[in-house]
């Protein structure tokens, strides 16, 4: 069962998301389902990373949930382009069952709060092309759509290009993750990639970004256009810039940003899905393989000594069989759960492979 709809002053205490992150109100849009639910930010200017509405502001679960603890997720391009949408309509609200779809309509434009070309660091690599001043007079749409059972948001973004000129741009997202988020990619782990290792360290592309609260891992994972691509994060003060189907950590300054090419008076379609999973970032892997891709997992089951009851209690996992790790030290996922007294015991499940497990209790790393 799903459903969709605006929050109003009758159905707001039902359907907004409380949480120590929360921003909807009156006027924004919800979807849900059995599993999981989202407040969409209906158009309008706010002050914000993402100055404009139309984005994911709060998600969390049905069932136990933990509170949201999201801040906002939207598009990305060039390197500080936005999307102003400005229109809004609930293609189903899932009464007559199926997903729950909505859909909002609008353009690029500016995002004047951010520009990653104004990083001292990095600011002289990237290239002309990849300006945020650039107009690149696209029409946009976003549509969002919730299936039955499904703990991950489809999100669909509608490139049109009106010009009798090709428009070409990269595409990513930013997350605002509040402050109280801790970002983890696979084959980095947490922290995401400093400025420093973006120009001289050997970085790995991710299939997808976390972010970690209090029970709760939100993914933000991209469908790839082209096999062997990922993304390239980069933490600024609390938000996480992410641009998607790059091949090497090189391409993030040239014309091989550029991935999105749209002929005159054409369009294109660019993917995500937005997944909510339990505790740690092992739960995005899961919602991966499992649900996304369809893989095949199998168990995983230890225990974690020297540890005190209400400790945080993480376990690094690492493949020791994975090609695309820059160093052995890299983590694949982790698992993340509450410590007991002694002994506590951990589970998770994984993709067949060779894999090695380092746990951290509270301060302490055994």
Do not use: C
């Amino acid at each position: 069962v799903t459903r969709a709809g605006r929050l109003t002053e009758q159905n707001f205490p039902r359907e907004s998301i409380p949480g120590a992150a929360a921003q909807g109100r009156i006027g924004d849009f919800y979807l849900a389902n059995e599993v999981v639910r989202f407040v969409i930010q209906q158009p309008g200017r706010n002050i914000s990373p993402l100055p404009y509405g139309g984005n994911v502001i709060d998600a969390d679960f049905v069932e136990r949930p933990a509170g949201d603890q999201l801040g906002e997720v939207g598009l990305l391009l060039l390197t500080g382009r936005t999307a102003n949408f400005t229109q809004s309509e609930i293609v189903s609200d899932g009464s007559k069952g199926g997903p729950a779809v909505l859909r909002f309509r609008g353009a690029d434009i500016l995002d004047d709060y951010i520009d990653i070309r104004a990083l001292p660091a990095v600011s002289s690599l990237f290239r002309e092309s990849l300006q945020p001043s650039r107009e690149l007079g696209l029409k946009l749409a976003v549509t969002y759509i919730l299936a039955p059972g499904s703990a991950a948001l489809e999100v669909i973004y509608t490139l049109y290009n009106p010009s009798t000129s090709e428009v070409q741009t990269s595409w990513g997202t930013l997350v605002d993750s509040g402050g109280a988020l801790r970002g983890f990619a696979p084959g980095i782990g947490y922290g995401g990639t400093s400025q420093e290792a973006l120009i001289s360290g050997p970085v790995p592309v991710s299939e997808y970004l976390v972010q970690q609260g209090s029970g709760v891992s939100y993914g933000v994972i991209p469908t790839a256009q082209t096999a062997g691509t990922g993304a390239i994060t980069l933490p600024i003060s609390g938000v996480f810039i992410s641009l998607f189907d790059l091949s090497r950590k090189e391409a993030l300054w040239g014309e091989e940003a550029l991935t999105v090419r749209i002929a005159p008076r054409q369009g294109t379609t660019r993917r995500l899905y937005l997944g909510v999973g339990r505790n740690g970032p092992d739960s995005i892997e899961q919602l991966v393989r499992k649900d996304l891709r369809g893989e095949r997992l199998r168990s995983v089951l230890g225990t974690v000594t020297g540890s005190q009851a209400g400790e945080r209690v993480i376990v690094g996992v690492r493949r020791s069989d994975w090609a695309m790790h820059a160093s052995p030290t890299d983590i694949y996922t982790a698992v993340e759960t509450v410590g007991t007294d002694g002994k506590t015991e951990f589970s998770t499940q994984l993709p067949p492979g060779r894999y090695v497990l380092r746990a951290s209790v509270g301060a302490r790393r055994g």
